[in-house]
C-alpha cells in the first residue's frame, strides 16, 4: 500500500435490491416495486454506531469479480426478483429481525427525515439517486448499462458555516482544487457566513447541506459523469434555490 494514503482502506459496499410483488410500497412518488436491504450498526461501535447502512466491509478478491455483481459508481448493485429469494444470500444475516430493514428508496428517506432510522451522507445521496427508478427492471437495466462506463473517485469536503455544515463533492464551485486525499493536510473549510447566504451566492452546486443529522438537502445542477444520472431531490427543509432539482 502507498504510504501517502495510510488513512485510506479498500472497502466494498453492496446495495442488494429485492422485488415486493404484489406490494408496491407507498411513497410520495407513488409505487416502488423493489426494497433496498439497510443493516444497523452496533451501537457499541467505534465508527457511526446505531447507523442503517448498505451491507459492506473491507474487500475481498471476490468483490472484483464480475460475476458477482454489477458495479455502479460508488456502489455496486445487486438485484433478484424478490425477498423470497435471499434465504441463502451471505449478505443477509441469519437472524434478519435483530439487525435488517427494507425500505423502498423514497419510504427510507421518509423515515430518515422523522428521525426514525438515521444514515450517513453518502446513503442519503444514492437513496435520493435511487428515486430516479420506481421499478426493479428500470434500476437493473441502467446499472447494467452504466457498468461498462467506468468509476469515478470522490473526495467529500467539509465546509463549516455559521449556522450548519456544507458537504462539497467534485464540481461544486466551492471545491477545492487540491481536496487532502491523503489525510496529511489535515484541510479545515469555515466561513462566518450562513448557510443561506453561501447558497444564494453560487451558482454552480454539487453539495449536501447538512442542517442536523437529520435534516439534509442535496443540491446539484451539474453533468454527473459516466452517464450516471443526479440525485431526485425529494424536499427536506423550507429552503428554496433555484439550482436545487
Given amino acids: 500500500m502507498n504510504p501517502r494514503l495510510r488513512h485510506w482502506r479498500e472497502a466494498a459496499t ?41 451491507p459492506g466491509g473491507l474487500a475481498e478478491p471476490a468483490d472484483f469479480s464480475d460475476s458477482i455483481c454489477t458495479h455502479c459508481t460508488p456502489c455496486s448493485v445487486t438485484t433478484v426478483p424478490d425477498k423470497e429469494s ?16 427494507w425500505s423502498s428508496p423514497p419510504e427510507a ?34 446499472s447494467s448499462e452504466r457498468a461498462l462506463e467506468g468509476c469515478e473517485r470522490w473526495m467529500p469536503v467539509m465546509l463549516s458555516a455559521a449556522d450548519g455544515l456544507i458537504q462539497l463533492l467534485p464540481g461544486d464551485e466551492l471545491y477545492p482544487e487540491d481536496p487532502d486525499y491523503t489525510g496529511e493536510k489535515k484541510m479545515i473549510m469555515s466561513t462566518n457566513k450562513k448557510v443561506e447566504d453561501l447558497m444564494k451566492e453560487a451558482g454552480i452546486f454539487h453539495r449536501i447541506v447538512i442542517k442536523n443529522t437529520n435534516n439534509l438537502a442535496i ?8 452517464k450516471h444520472i443526479n440525485p431526485l431531490m425529494m424536499q427536506s427543509d423550507n429552503s428554496d434555490y433555484n439550482s436545487r432539482l
Wanted: net charge positive.
Fill in 219 to 226: 443540491y446539484v445542477n451539474i453533468q454527473a459523469k459516466y
Fill in 14 to 54: 453492496l446495495l442488494l435490491a429485492a422485488g415486493t410483488p404484489g406490494r408496491p410500497p407507498r411513497s410520495p412518488l407513488g409505487p416502488f416495486d423493489y426494497e433496498l436491504l439497510l443493516l444497523r450498526r452496533s451501537a457499541r461501535s467505534g465508527f457511526m454506531p446505531g447507523a442503517h447502512v448498505f
Fill in 109 to 142: 428517506i421518509e423515515r430518515f427525515k422523522s428521525q426514525e432510522i438515521w444514515f450517513p451522507p453518502p446513503q442519503f445521496y444514492e437513496f435520493c439517486r435511487l428515486c430516479n427508478f420506481s421499478s426493479l427492471e428500470e434500476l437493473q437495466k441502467f
Fill in 86 to 101: 435471499l434465504s441463502s444470500f451471505p449478505a443477509v444475516p441469519s437472524d434478519p429481525g435483530r439487525c435488517c430493514e
